[in-house]
């Protein structure tokens, strides 16, 4: 079985743009959920999606916004990309809206210059 | 406001030994700990977790202790091998309806042979 597979891996934008970042979970499960990882530091909690409704939102500009689909894929956007956007985007996915079932991918690595 | 803390950026330890990792919180609400194991280019993988309501949690070689009146967890790993070597996030949540975890900034386990 394939695990969450997120694409791409690397990424380099200039201050300004906007990126798209794309998440598939694990087959069966509906809930996913976006943590940004700044360099030296742990992941932190952007969104959580479930069943295609926003379940929860952490402490991040509005510039960030993400949806679901209805296969249960997801997408995180980000507008004005600003220096400090740089970093490792993380996607986990689990089967609830609630509990701590996660399992993660392997990371969109987002370079803004 | 760093709600989950570990204060050491790195460890060192031998083969055979014993590495023990810590860290704390500062929010009462949090009711279940996780401790993740991330390697370079991947992301996080559960290892294991502890409920509030209990003190220890054992898997294999893997031990969490969780010390409430203190708000302190550890992680015990025995023996610890060179294949242990990683970084490890300690991670927290609590019972809001979704799931959201707040990480700690991580510790760097590096296990000679």
């Known amino acids: 079985d394939a695990g969450v597979t997120q694409s791409p891996t690397h990424l380099i934008k200039t201050r300004g743009q906007h990126v798209t970042l794309r998440c598939s979970p694990i087959s069966g499960h509906k809930s996913v959920s976006w943590y940004q990882q700044v360099l030296g530091q742990g992941p932190q909690f952007i969104f959580q999606y479930y069943e295609k409704e926003e379940r929860g939102r952490g402490n991040f500009p509005d510039r960030f916004s993400a949806r679901q689909f209805p296969n249960y894929s997801s997408e995180l956007n980000v507008n004005a990309l600003l220096l400090g956007d740089s970093a490792l985007y993380l996607c986990a996915s689990s089967l609830w809206a609630a509990g701590y079932g996660y399992t993660f991918g392997s990371g969109t690595r987002l370079t803004v210059v | 406001d760093q709600q989950v803390k570990q204060n050491s950026p790195s460890l060192s330890v031998q083969e055979g030994r014993i590495s023990i990792l810590n860290c704390d919180y500062t929010n009462s609400m949090f009711d279940y700990f996780l401790w993740y194991k991330k390697y370079p280019a991947e992301g996080p993988t559960f290892l294991i977790s502890?409920?509030?309501?209990?003190d220890k949690n054992e898997d294999g070689r893997f031990t969490v202790f969780l010390n409430k009146s203190a708000k302190h967890l550890s992680l015990h790993i025995v023996p610890s091998q060179p294949g242990d070597s990683a970084v490890y996030f300690c991670?927290?949540?609590?019972?809001?309806?979704?799931?959201?975890?707040?990480f700690g900034t991580g510790t760097r386990l590096l296990v000679s042979p």
């Open positions: 991670a927290a949540s609590a019972n809001t309806g979704f799931q959201k975890l707040v």
């Open positions: 502890i409920s509030s309501i209990k």
